[in-house]
């Protein structure tokens, strides 16, 4: 049976998408998945697709088709067989969230024919939540489609994820991002230029950025702040990245960290463009005087250096050392 992945209102992903259309079409679902990637990428939005596409009453190759009863329904996540298991602010995924969840799980679909869970941003659920959870992934009744979403595979339990089918989620190319923007949200292609080049590649954050002009003013602040991050006095750069990786917990913390990196990522890349007289686009093509500037003073080996040093700290960070020491102790090498 074929099915095709043109209605799924996603920007990029086409790998997942295309693999996950076909398991609608054919109803053959995997019972657990695990879909992996940075803040706003797309993992709710590709949860939400694959759940309307299971109860879709369209032809198989035409679902999600957005204008059944069953698709409206799940796009405003509003069907009674779409169940989205959220934590509250500030605390984990706890045991009776997962245990709510689970008394219902027996039951069958009320009106479609799967009925969907999603634990969104199960990072660091506890112990005691994926213990209950693996309960229903051991035996997983028919009918039931379990998706979890994390920012990263390692920050749930091994014995989870060894049940899911793992869907890791990368950042779109910009061009991906430019043409779905313009297709599937109406944006004018100078608009979707713009908002694409600040998203780094995250189309759910484009889209609520086209919705929301202050999130594009924040996203500039938050850019102008990476690249001071790189340049200045030291001790002024130090309060910067105190700054700059203050959440509320260790996780924000350090989701707040790897974006600034990646923010200083983008600039030094730019700057190894501009060095090398490579013809490639910059991310921040109305700075070129100020980039210019900068590499007449560092040169190339430095910048290339600097570029090495901020591709370990994230991948430090990313194994769990303390964001703001991390992000300190590369200030200091960058100097
Ligand atoms: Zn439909």
């Known amino acids: 049976m074929h099915s095709t992945a043109e209605n799924w209102r996603i920007i990029g992903h086409r790998r997942a998408v295309r693999g996950l259309a076909h398991a609608a079409a054919t109803e053959s679902p995997a019972h657990a998945y695990l879909i992996t990637g940075p803040a706003q990428i797309g993992k709710?939005?590709?949860?939400?697709e694959l759940a309307a596409a299971l109860n879709c009453t369209a032809a198989p190759d035409q679902r999600p088709c957005h204008l059944c009863p069953n698709c409206k329904m799940t796009d405003k996540e509003a069907h009674p067989d779409l169940i989205m298991v959220e934590r509250t602010t500030e605390r984990r995924m706890g045991v009776e969230q997962v245990r709510d969840a689970r008394e219902q799980v027996d039951w069958r679909p009320y009106q479609g024919r799967f009925k969907t869970y999603v634990f969104v941003d199960a990072d660091d659920i506890s112990e005691g939540a994926s213990n209950a959870l693996l309960k229903t992934l051991e035996e997983p009744p028919p009918q039931i489609v379990v998706i979890l979403t994390a920012a990263q595979?390692?920050?749930?339990p091994a014995t989870v994820v060894s049940r899911c089918r793992v869907l890791p989620l990368q950042p779109g190319a910009l061009d991906e991002v430019v043409e779905g923007l313009q297709v599937l949200r109406g944006a004018s292609p100078e608009e979707a230029r713009r908002l694409a080049t600040l998203s780094n590649g995250r189309a759910?954050?484009?889209a609520a950025a086209l919705a929301n002009p202050?999130?594009?003013?924040?996203?500039?602040?938050?850019?102008?702040?990476?690249?001071e991050l790189s340049e200045g006095k030291l001790g002024a750069r130090l309060l910067k990245a105190a700054q700059a990786c203050k959440g509320e917990n260790f996780l924000e913390s350090r989701a707040l960290c790897l974006r600034t990196l990646e923010d200083m990522q983008t600039w030094w890349r730019d700057l190894l463009i501009v060095s090398s007289g490579a013809s490639a686009p910059l991310a921040h093509a109305a700075r070129r005087v100020e980039l210019e500037?900068?590499?007449?003073?560092?040169?190339?080996?430095?910048?290339?250096?600097?570029?090495?040093e901020i591709e370990i700290t994230a991948g430090a960070v990313e194994r769990n050392v303390t964001p703001r020491l991390a992000l300190e102790a590369l200030l200091l090498r960058l100097n």
């Open 44 to 48: 709710r939005t590709l949860a939400r």
């Open 293 to 308: 500037r900068q590499v007449e003073k560092r040169g190339r080996a430095r910048i290339v250096r600097g570029l090495r």
């Open 214 to 227: 202050e999130l594009a003013a924040r996203r500039e602040a938050e850019l102008d702040r990476a690249i």
């Open 204 to 206: 759910g954050w484009a």
């Open 153 to 156: 595979a390692d920050a749930v």
